[in-house]
């Protein structure tokens, strides 16, 4: 637990220094010195931070109570829907068609009112409930079920895929009055202030880092408390936990409950940043990537699959730009070697060599995190 | 039996004479008083030299004539002028009929018109053609089909009939009434009298309308029965369409018991439909009813190897461009051994390193499937590839006036049950499937007993791989063959394995018949995309009761396994 804490002690700094430097970079240092940080990169910088709360949100419940949900991508992408609905109704007049309450696309449908799930979503304390609460009560009804029939393991992973593809469709469809294929986009701003300004970026990269540390607080707040220890023992032998007399169930669906609403919050906050939320994100394969992430950085660790989310999204924004033909040989054949190779992530390897060398976990995560800062910060200018 | 066919088409041809004759007379009076009926060859000759500087209105005339004679002879001149091949030659004023009259042809290859016999070719400049319009063609095409509707080839008098009927008049009446007192063929003869029943309708004796009612209520086609639904409408000035009380009253009863039987067979066809859909479910799901059912092992990349089949069938298909259907049927073993190939180097070079962890498996599987989706890009591009369909697998089958079936969907329904039935019988009755089954069953105990559970693992899943290759070559029939030919089915065959019953063949059939079958059922109400979620709500909810499937595995081995 101990060199736990300080790795985990070394990745919060890590984000409070993002928090701090990405804005001094991007808004102090003028754009023509090398240390400039471009908006561009900082937006990906926020991108990278919310997959990284869903990598928190998958590890929590994969690494340490044992569910492999394959449908983290639709929380996630639910809360994105919620922020999105909340950021069309900002858009008022100044869309296309200028309808001061109807979003464009159902102008264009013909809709001539306001569905009654739309209502509430001009305020923003009315979205946030929703972003949280919505995947909650989805993955609420569907854990109650799912647990109490003791759906575990593959089975559970199968039908989260399912659910989720389910879901994909249903939000293809244009009748349902999420904006069918195109989804959500053109938005203006956020409580007032302007998506496009730099400065709204800034403070959206701030309100990420700070999500991102509070979520792994939270999350290892959880994992440390006696609900974790019987996560782990959950993972580890369900049937012996469940005869010294513990409720299996109920331990699983608030952990997955809790789970779900952190992925919808990270969904939340990726869609102003990104500017876009369209039925492509239910994508089964969002899911299982974000698995893959966990299983890069380290499952079972937080900080690592955290880690293992950036890490692996920078070698995705680099391979797509630099060989794109590239990418999905260098993903299938990370799924094919971490598996493999790695059972226990980069974490794995680190704690390795950390008992050969007598170091600590930290500074392995100090040099990912410097890496990646750095060759962000010189690439992606 | 050949002696017996002969004596058949002896009154057959005899009767044919007598309906010639009744043509003869029937015509006779109409038109031909001022000119005599031909007598003999000379005279066709001559008549035919006519048409060489004969009016539109004359052609009609002469064509009338020479058709009147009934001598089916006479049906390839007629057929000739109706496609433009009849052409006369300058140089002695003769008809001939030209075997093709292609615009790249300079010399044109000529046909006696009376003998048929091949007389010579000329150059086209010789030649000219002697024209039609549109309405000597009508005419053409109903003389035509009169000679056809007593052709040896049922197909042929079926279209000749549903000519005939295009354009009814007494003549014609009469001859499709003489027609069907002697038609062997069924079909040909239910057209004839629909034909006759539609016209009946319109006769002013009502006895005979009553009659035509009670012979059209047999038949289910759309077009009687909005004939029949349109005598029960009232006109402009509120009289009803029929003025007869009684001939209405069986009118409505008549398209009651059409809409019934329509009604039924319209159940029928979308149960057909929806085998169909479940025969493509079975096919996807049954090789990972082996690869996950039988080994537990979550093969993500299952899709890909059906991809592997599809793009497999394209090769085959490129390879032999003048066989396409021979190429469908070789691709069938290609397939298998290049997934089935496939499928062992996979378990050979990851899968065996991961038995126990299935969430692994998953993962790496995964990753597999991905790479061979790029491989497939590069190799073949990311675009569609278009595979043929052959001939004897398009088309329907005409069952009757209200359910007609496509041949395609009825060779998936075949094919998928020929692919399970020959999976079942290498799992029970073979040394390969006793392997298989003992491995699965206790991998321990069957290692004791000498067998190479290594090699038998890489060969079931060989096998499981190798049927998602056929299964692929399916695929091909029925959508596009791209690189997401198997995402798009792998949640499919997951679901349908987990709602059989993992580790029961059976209950992939039965599950993927089933699920196909919702789904047709529903579509109508909720569109296609809402009767999918529909499908996969349900078996979410499903699974949730029944955590095993439709047929849950007993006994020790389930236990072991879960």
């Known amino acids: 637990m101990i060199e736990q804490d300080r790795a985990g002690a070394a990745f919060l700094v890590l984000v409070v220094a993002v928090a701090i430097a990405a804005p001094v970079l991007n808004q102090f240092v003028p754009a023509s010195s090398p240390f400039h940080l471009s908006t561009y990169s900082l937006t990906l910088i926020g991108k990278y931070m919310c997959y990284a709360m869903l990598a928190l949100a998958v590890d929590l419940i994969w ?77 609420l009804v569907f854990g109650w079920f799912a647990f109490r029939s003791r759906v575990t393991g593959v089975y559970f992973s199968i039908m989260t895929q399912a659910l989720s593809y389910a879901l994909m469709l249903a939000f293809f469809r244009n ?23 730099d400065r709204t970026r800034v403070v959206l990269v701030v309100v990420t880092a700070a999500a991102l540390a509070a979520s792994y607080l939270a999350c290892r707040a959880i994992v440390a408390s006696r609900a974790g220890r019987l996560f782990r023992a959950i993972r580890d032998a369900e049937s012996r936990a469940r005869f010294l007399g513990y409720r299996v169930e109920s331990y699983k669906l608030w952990v997955f409950v809790f789970s779900a609403s952190l992925a919808g919050i990270a969904g939340a906050l990726y869609v102003p940043q990104v500017g876009i939320i369209n039925p492509s994100e239910f994508a089964p394969i969002n899911s299982i990537e974000a698995v893959i992430w966990v299983a890069v950085g380290g499952r079972g660790t937080l900080f690592g699959a955290a880690m ?34 790695l059972p226990r992530g980069l974490v794995g390897l680190g704690a390795r060599r950390r008992r050969a060398v007598h170091g600590a976990a930290a500074p392995v995560i100090w040099a990912l995190g410097s890496h990646v800062g750095v060759s962000l910060g010189s690439k992606l200018k | 039996m050949r002696q017996l066919q002969y004596e058949n088409q002896n009154v057959l041809g005899t009767k044919l004479q007598v309906t010639w004759l009744l043509l003869a007379v029937i015509l006779c009076p109409a038109r031909a008083l001022a000119q005599p009926p031909l007598s003999d060859v000379g005279d066709v000759r001559l008549v035919l ?42 140089s002695d004023h003769l008809i001939f009929i030209v075997k093709s009259a292609d615009d790249s042809l300079t010399s044109l290859e000529l046909i006696d018109p009376v003998s048929l016999a091949g007389a010579g070719s000329a150059s086209r400049d010789d030649l000219t053609k002697i024209g039609t ?49 002697v038609e062997p063929d069924a079909g040909v003869r239910e057209q004839i009298e629909i034909g006759l029943g539609l016209a009946a309708l319109d006769s002013g004796d009502s006895r005979a309308r009553l009659d035509a009612i009670a012979a059209l209520t047999r038949t289910l086609r759309p077009q009687v029965r909005n004939r029949l639904a349109g005598l029960l409408e009232r006109t402009a000035d509120g009289g009803f369409a029929e003025s007869d009380e009684r001939v209405r009253q069986a009118a409505a009863q008549a398209v009651h018991a059409i809409d019934r039987w329509r009604t039924f067979y319209g159940v029928v066809e979308t149960l057909f439909f929806g085998l169909s859909v479940g025969s493509v479910l079975v096919l996807v799901a049954v090789g ?12 993500m990349a299952h899709g890909e190897l059906m991809m592997l089949g599809a793009y497999t069938t394209y090769v085959m298909q490129l390879a032999m461009p003048n066989h396409i259907g021979a190429a469908i049927v070789l691709a069938i073993p290609a397939a298998f051994l290049v997934a089935g190939v496939t499928g062992v180097i996979l378990e050979r070079t990851i899968i065996r390193f991961l038995y126990g962890r299935p969430l692994e498996t998953l993962l790496a599987t995964f990753g597999v499937s991905l790479v061979l989706q790029q491989l497939v890009r590069s190799v073949f591009s990311a675009n569609n590839r278009s595979v043929e369909t052959p001939a004897w697998m398009s088309g329907t089958l005409q069952i009757n006036g209200a ?32 392997d298989i089954r003992a491995v699965s069953q206790n991998r321990a105990m069957a290692q004791a007993m000498g067998i190479r559970t290594g090699w038998v693992d890489a060969m079931t899943f060989g096998l499981g791989s190798g049927i998602a290759g056929i299964a692929g070559v399916a695929l091909s029939q029925f959508t596009n063959v ?58 979410i909810v499903f699974i949730q009761r029944w955590p095993r499937g439709l047929f849950p595995q007993t006994g020790r081995a389930a236990e072991t396994q879960a």
């Open chain 2, 403 to 434: 359910l007609s079936i496509t041949v395609n969907r009825l060779c998936i329904i075949l094919f998928s049950l020929i692919v399970f039935a020959i999976l079942l019988f290498v799992l029970k009755r073979t040394r390969l499937g006793l």
């Open chain 1, 175 to 197: 009748d349902m009055g999420f904006g069918g294929n195109n989804g959500f986009t053109d938005f203006k701003d956020i409580l007032g202030f302007d998506l496009h300004a």
């Open chain 2, 133 to 181: 319009n549109n309405q000597l063609r009508k005419r053409l095409r109903a003389l035509v089909a009169r000679f056809d509707l007593s052709g040896p080839d049922a197909a042929v008098r079926l279209a000749a009939v549903e000519e005939i009927l295009r354009s009814l008049d007494a003549e014609s009446l009469a001859l499709l009434r003489a027609r069907s007192t």
């Open chain 1, 63 to 139: 690494g340490y109570a044992g569910i492999l949900s394959l449908g983290h991508a639709a929380f996630f992408a639910l809360g994105g829907y919620a922020m999105g609905m909340y950021l069309m109704r900002q858009i008022g007049p100044r869309g296309v068609y200028g309808d001061p309450i109807l979003p464009d696309f159902m102008v264009f449908l013909n809709w001539q009112k306001l569905p009654w799930f739309w209502v509430g979503f001009n305020h923003f304390w009315f979205a946030l409930i929703v972003i949280a609460a919505v995947p909650a009560a989805l993955a």
């Open chain 2, 49 to 90: 030299g006519e048409l060489r500087e004969a009016s539109f209105v004359e052609k009609e005339r002469i064509v009338e004539r020479l058709s009147a004679r009934g001598d089916p002879s006479i049906r390839p001149v007629l057929s000739a002028l109706l496609e433009d091949r009849l052409f006369v030659r300058e």
């Open chain 2, 288 to 299: 990972l009813a082996i690869t996950f059912g039988v080994m537990g092992v979550i093969n």
């Open chain 1, 308 to 341: 293992g989310a950036v890490l692996v999204n920078y070698a995705k924004t680099y391979f797509t730009g630099a060989l794109p033909e590239l990418w999905l040989y260098a993903l299938g054949a990370l799924f094919v070697l971490v598996t493999l190779f």
């Open chain 2, 482 to 539: 791209g690189p997401n030919l198997g995402q798009s089915y792998i949640i499919d065959s997951f679901m349908v394995v987990v709602f059989g019953g993992v580790g029961n063949l059976w209950g992939t059939l039965v599950g993927g018949l089933s699920m196909g079958v919702v789904d047709q059922l529903l579509e109508p109400y909720a569109g296609a995309v809402l009767a999918k979620i529909f499908v996969l709500v349900a078996l």
